[in-house]
């Protein structure tokens, strides 16, 4: 088997080298990168009375409650939680310029959270903050719990990567369950990606019934979540490293057509 001249190889090789090298493309210096807000607004309870007529008043009482909020930033290396009772408003945020941050505005389920990547500042890979409650509610017999309020869910694609899915994201959720059955719950969700961005308001309304002659112990969760990611950009190579990859076969192929052509 006859081997390829040194030109050949050397032309080859360096095609292949160049191709497999490319050039990483760098997250921009400044400027504004994706951008997620979530928040539940407006937030209230209400009471329905199933037997009007049995002599017994409906109701709920608020046993206990508890918030915390939470910021992950520069993943996986670092974040900060704050615990705050209610009906005690609180915010936490992070001070490295990406307006990054997660509250309660002290009424029950009245929360937010938002991120957002400034490059001239941010140098991690995530940022995810979060708020979540928790309430305690003893629901009085023959009653229903109504809770009713505004889901906000917005993303903000990053100019510099339009096409990314997962760059910018938005989370609400709610469930209502007992603590004696909890697999009976009413569940609400509202999710947002940059796919479709913009700001996207949802009005909820959910109910928890306690037909029983006994008082039931519910709890209530509240979460919203928002996630602002930096692209992980592959090394994409340059047009240059293809036509210098084209250029090398060409010649390994005339290489091998001179060749049969002196043997005949």
Not at 74 to 83: A, E, F, H, N, V
């Amino acid at each position: 088997m006859r081997s390829l001249s040194a030109t050949a190889a050397a032309a080859l090789g360096a095609a292949v080298l160049s191709l497999a090298g490319g050039n990483a493309v760098a997250h921009p210096s400044t400027g504004t990168g994706a951008k997620a807000s979530a928040s539940l607004t407006g937030t209230h309870f209400g009471v329905i009375d199933l037997k009007p007529d049995d002599g017994q008043a409906a109701g709920f009482s608020t046993e206990a409650g508890d918030a915390q909020l939470r910021i992950s930033y520069r993943w996986p290396y670092g974040w900060k939680s704050l615990d705050v009772p209610p009906p005690q408003a609180g915010r936490l945020s992070i001070g490295d310029g990406s307006k990054t941050f997660a509250g309660t505005l002290g009424n029950y389920g009245d929360l937010y959270a938002n991120a957002e990547i400034d490059y001239a500042h941010y140098e991690g890979n995530e940022l995810s903050p979060m708020a979540a409650q928790r309430l305690q509610i003893t629901l009085a017999p023959h009653s229903a719990l109504s809770l009713a309020g505004t889901s906000n869910a917005f993303t903000q694609r990053d100019p510099h990567w339009p096409n990314t899915l997962y760059a910018a994201r938005a989370a609400n959720s709610i469930t209502i369950s007992s603590f004696s059955s909890p697999s009976l719950n009413v569940y609400f969700s509202h999710y947002a990606r940059q796919n479709a961005p913009g700001l996207d308001s949802k009005d909820f309304m959910l109910f928890y019934a306690n037909p029983s002659d006994q008082p039931l112990l519910i709890s209530v969760d509240f979460y919203v979540g928002a996630s602002a990611t930096i692209p992980s950009i592959p090394s994409i190579p340059e047009p240059g490293s293809y036509a210098m990859m084209g250029a090398g076969l060409l010649l390994v192929g005339a290489l091998g057509r001179r060749k049969r052509g002196a043997r005949a």
